[in-house]
RNA sequence: GGUGUAAAUCAAUUUAUCGCUGUUCCGUUUUAAUGGAAGAGAGGAAAGUCUGGGCAGUAUAGAGCACCGUACUUCCUAACGGGAAGGUCGUUGAUGUGUGAAUGUCAACGAACAGAUAGUGCCGCAGAAAGGAAAACUACCAUGAUCUAGACGCUGUCUUGUCAUGGAAAAGGUGAAAAGGUGAGGUAAGAGCUCACCGUACCGGUGGUGACAUCGGUUGCAAGGUAAACCUUACGGACUGAAAGAUCAUGUAUACCAAGAAUUAAGGGCUGCUCGCUCUUUUCGCUUGCGAGACUUGGAGGGUAGAUCGAUAGAUGCUGACGGUGACGUCAGUACUAGAUAAAUGAUAAAUAGAUGUGGAAACACGGAAACAGGACCCGGCUUACGGUUUAUGCCUAUU
RNA sequence: UGGCCUAUGGUGUAACUGGCAACACGUCGGUUUUUGGUACCGAAGAGUCUAGGUUCGAGCCCUAGUGGGCCAA
């Protein structure tokens, strides 16, 4: 199991985070919503993200980085099966995390919600692979 | 005890597990990945972007105007619109002196605090009049007239009214503001008309680096407010901004450079037309002034995306001595690696300690790191946001 | 990161050089109509984003803050 999230792991692309939007293929659940793509990256690792939390829902940087931290810090926790699976079928794909509340909450909800997204997402991708 | 002001100071600590970003060291292999160890890792405002510099690039012979900024004095500083000390003025409180106008002392707080006889503008409504020493509503005084009414001592006199001419600028009302103030003399009524005192202006002496202070004198007091209205005076200011800029890699326009050649080109004017003469063009606010020019050949390389540098040891902090009222300066010692880039400091568990608060007579119990807030080239300030602790001090209240 | 603009009834805009905050739409009430609309008549509704300052007087001038918007890659 790897719990590590280091640099690797970060899309900074500006053309991959153009196609994921333009693909528009998503999971949401409440206040979390992931955009994916699955696309080839110029990294060995099988996952890359991005967080974003809205300036507008948020105005002062202390909020926005107390956020992004604890959604970093629950990704970090529940990655490793859907990175198993997808290192398994040697897939690559890009996600961008959204935090859609206007309120701060606390670390063990965002932990549940997160893992369940994971598992949705590992579902979607089980699915589409026959097309493949 | 409450409340205000000023200054100083803190911005939790420790352990374990899992992580994040640099640095150093030791390994592994496919040499760009990976493993391990050590040590480092947000603020007093990191914020607002209001300012001054460093740094970088571009521009610039010089001068004037325009534009922008600053504005009591002296000093500090790399510099400042910042700071220190001082001066003046104002407000409030306390307390004196004087019949009064005024004025002294102490304390706290505040001041965008140069110039209003250089000029221009504005001062609504109200009011007679709002800037020209002007005006005359009520009221005042004098002289004349007699159409009014009344009294008496009745050919007249007096009082009152009305009208006319003149005096005066005191009183009233208006207004934010009405042209020195108080007291006395003076006068038909009045008036700095005169006198004393007060205020103010000017001149001179003394003290101070200076702003100013103080003393004395004077044919002065006739000319308000507004410069956060235009403006005047003095001083200062080239522009841009790390997304600056440099290097690497990629490899192409005619902006750039050099040489050659040429004195040409476009537009306007003079003329019916051509030639010719003459003016303008450009330097990016304008003028003066100084320079340049179409074309050909050669050189040199633009943009997009990326990497590295710029980029973290400095006008640095702390301690001590000396100089200075102080801001600050000098000397000595000592300490200090944030450096990210869609952007690192987190999560979980426990312990220590723990303000305000709640309950209680007290002991104590409960409760619980909590306010403002996250670097983005770096420093000096200012401003704004905000929790606690300590010290000093003004005012109010209570007790002794 | 740097620079610039703006804020006025419920909505959209005025207010010139500082002097009683105006207009349209909308809202409400009434008249007309069998009823509704149209039309006509009338009324209410801001004290000018917030806090200070300059001035006799501030929507306007100055300072600080808050919100909204725009430009530069």
């Known amino acids: 199991m790897n719990f590590k999230l280091d640099k690797s792991y970060k899309l900074c692309s500006h053309k991959v985070i153009e196609a994921v939007f333009e693909k528009r293929q998503g999971v949401k659940q409440y206040p979390i919503a992931m955009n994916y793509l699955e696309i080839a ?3 060995q690792k099988s996952l890359q993200f991005v967080f974003s939390v809205p300036k507008k ?3 002062r940087a202390v909020d926005r ?4 931290r604890l959604l970093r810090e629950a990704v970090r926790h529940t990655k490793w099966p859907l990175e198993e699976f997808l290192m398994q079928n040697q ?3 890009a996600i961008f995390i959204v935090y ?3 309120e701060e909450m606390d670390y063990q909800t965002l932990l549940t919600k997160v893992d369940q997204l994971f598992q949705k997402l590992k579902h979607e991708l089980e699915k589409k692979e026959p097309k493949l």
Do not use: D
């Open 41 to 43: 990256l110029p990294t």
């Open 57 to 59: 829902r948020f105005k």
């Open 65 to 68: 980085n107390r956020i992004k």
């Open 91 to 93: 897939r690559q794909i």
């Open 100 to 102: 859609l509340a206007s």
